[in-house]
């Protein structure tokens, strides 16, 4: 396979210590006959990863001289992508090459295609839970039901993952980002469901140690993109104990109770800061339309016109 000029196509994989697995991966995408470029980006491994994938003709590697992260690793893919459209998936066997084809064939509709694990994909029975929570969490803040919050197997129009690539972390939260920056800015977003098998090797993620990382992260991306829907509840939380047991103690106590003061001036001040919140939201997704649009529609050159010499 020769490396297309400009390709339709940029498949970023990135990847740490899979050299058992990679050389299938790759070999299965190419004998898809995609018009694409493959994009392996090797965050620091310490195996013979980048021999393996070095070793395909047509495919492109990329080195990180030590392992920064999964979301450096397909930020740096992003930053190294010509095609038109964008598609992400891991290295390790999880995601299926033979799926490619079904996900783009909805990209001239949507702007995102997910592939969404079902229910026969091979995963531990705590991290389907986790998963279900984190969806349920998702599916609140951008008011549309999320399936599959956590997959790496997606694809995005170029302009779009070009515009959002620098709010991605350097961890493995860069899907949750992704998925909610999407719903804010607009784009629309279909979840195609996939079976995933069981990855090759030992996962990355541990979810005792990463668990609680991750559900932080999420509330800092929530509060990113929709901060009322985290200030709101937290003030409501406040605002109504205090109005309650201000309105008994001076009823019943016949006293005003500091307390109850405390909680309604706390529950005030928490949704002036959620609206401060709100307005900058507001304005980096402008920033980031403005910047999309810079993109997606480049002004015509000068010589386009025959000003040029």
């Given at each position: 396979?020769?490396?297309?000029?400009?390709?339709?196509?940029?498949?970023?994989?990135?990847?740490?210590?899979?050299?058992?697995?990679?050389?299938?991966?790759?070999?299965?995408?190419?004998?898809?006959?995609?018009?694409?470029?493959?994009?392996?980006?090797?965050?620091?491994?310490?195996?013979?990863?980048?021999?393996?994938?070095?070793?395909?003709?047509?495919?492109?590697?990329?080195?990180?001289?030590?392992?920064?992260?999964?979301?450096?690793?397909?930020?740096?893919?992003?930053?190294?992508?010509?095609?038109?459209?964008?598609?992400?998936?891991?290295?390790?066997?999880?995601?299926?090459?033979?799926?490619?084809?079904?996900?783009?064939?909805?990209?001239?509709?949507?702007?995102?295609?997910?592939?969404?694990?079902?229910?026969?994909?091979?995963?531990?029975?705590?991290?389907?839970?986790?998963?279900?929570v984190y969806n349920?969490?998702?599916?609140?803040?951008?008011?549309?039901?999320?399936?599959?919050?956590?997959?790496?197997?997606?694809?995005?129009?170029?302009?779009?993952?070009?515009?959002?690539?620098?709010?991605?972390?350097?961890?493995?939260?860069?899907?949750?980002?992704?998925?909610?920056?999407?719903?804010?800015?607009?784009?629309?977003?279909?979840?195609?469901?996939?079976?995933?098998?069981?990855?090759?090797?030992?996962?990355?993620?541990?979810?005792?140690?990463?668990?609680?990382?991750?559900l932080l992260t999420?509330?800092?991306?929530?509060?990113?993109?929709?901060?009322?829907?985290?200030?709101?509840?937290?003030?409501?939380?406040?605002?109504?104990?205090?109005?309650?047991?201000?309105?008994?103690?001076?009823?019943?106590?016949?006293?005003?109770?500091?307390?109850?003061?405390?909680?309604?001036?706390?529950?005030?001040?928490?949704?002036?800061?959620?609206?401060?919140?709100?307005?900058?939201?507001?304005?980096?997704?402008?920033?980031?339309?403005?910047?999309y649009n810079e993109?997606?529609?480049?002004?015509?050159?000068?010589?386009?016109?025959?000003?040029?010499?």
């Amino acid at each position: 396979m020769k490396r297309p000029v400009n390709p339709h196509l940029s498949i970023i994989i990135p990847a740490y210590n899979e050299c058992e697995v990679i050389g299938s991966v790759l070999d299965q995408i190419l004998a898809l006959d995609l018009d694409a470029e493959v994009i392996v980006v090797n965050d620091g491994s310490t195996d013979a990863t980048s021999d393996v994938a070095g070793s395909r003709r047509g495919v492109r590697v990329i080195e990180h001289p030590y392992n920064i992260g999964n979301g450096a690793a397909i930020k740096t893919g992003i930053r190294a992508a010509r095609g038109d459209v964008i598609l992400m998936m891991d290295g390790d066997g999880q995601h299926k090459p033979a799926d490619i084809p079904r996900l783009l064939s909805y990209m001239k509709r949507y702007d995102m295609v997910v592939g969404a694990r079902t229910s026969e994909s091979d995963a531990q029975a705590h991290r389907t839970l986790a998963n279900q929570v984190y969806n349920a969490f998702a599916s609140y803040i951008v008011a549309h039901r999320v399936e599959d919050l956590t997959s790496g197997f997606r694809a995005v129009r170029g302009p779009i993952a070009r515009s959002f690539w620098y709010l991605l972390p350097n961890g493995f939260s860069y899907p949750t980002t992704l998925t909610l920056a999407l719903f804010r800015g607009g784009f629309s977003v279909r979840y195609e469901p996939i079976i995933a098998p069981a990855r090759t090797g030992r996962s990355k993620i541990r979810v005792v140690q990463d668990g609680p990382g991750f559900l932080l992260t999420m509330m800092r991306i929530a509060t990113v993109f929709s901060p009322m829907k985290i200030f709101l509840p937290v003030t409501l939380a406040l605002l109504l104990p205090g109005a309650l047991y201000m309105i008994f103690s001076l009823l019943v106590l016949h006293r005003f109770s500091s307390t109850s003061g405390i909680l309604i001036l706390a529950g005030v001040f928490l949704f002036m800061l959620g609206l401060i919140a709100e307005q900058i939201a507001l304005l980096r997704m402008s920033q980031i339309g403005h910047f999309y649009n810079e993109i997606a529609y480049p002004a015509p050159r000068e010589d386009e016109y025959g000003g040029g010499k």
